[in-house]
């Protein structure tokens, strides 16, 4: 399901958007580096997720990935969170470094792939590759 041609444009663009949505449907979007992508099914994205994002996937642990390159073509990735941990803890130790509204928390997703589709602005069919 994930090609090296899918991995390697992953680790070209270096970073990813995560959607998520709440038990209520309310989509919520967030950005974030740090995604490495394993065969046959299995993604990882480390980053520093914002609290609503970490909300939304206590109530509803599925998502849609999506890496893309500077045309806005790659690909999207469909699937569910397994495994959430968090991997460091900004605190206040270091305030003229970090952003307010502490504590941040960076969090590692594992989640089990379940579909790879094209994404594109173009035509496309959002039908899963392979």
Known sequence: ???DKIRELAEQVGHA??????TGGHP???????IALFQPNRLVFESWF??????????NPHVSVVVADDAGNG???????????????LNGYAPELE???L????WRLEIRVEGVMA????????????
Do not use: W
Request: glycine letters at 10%; hydrophobic letters at 35%.
């Open 1 to 3: 399901m994930i090609s």
């Open 28 to 34: 919520h979007l967030a950005a974030g580096r740090g």
């Open 99 to 101: 952003p307010a509204g």
């Open 17 to 22: 958007f995560v959607a998520t949505c709440d």
């Open 119 to 130: 994404f594109t602005a173009d035509a496309h069919s959002d039908r899963p590759l392979g």
């Open 75 to 89: 690909y999207q990735f469909v699937g569910k969170v397994e495994k959430a941990t968090d991997t460091a803890v």
């Open 50 to 59: 914002c609290p609503t994002t970490m909300k939304n996937l206590q109530g």
């Open 103 to 106: 504590p941040q928390v960076q």
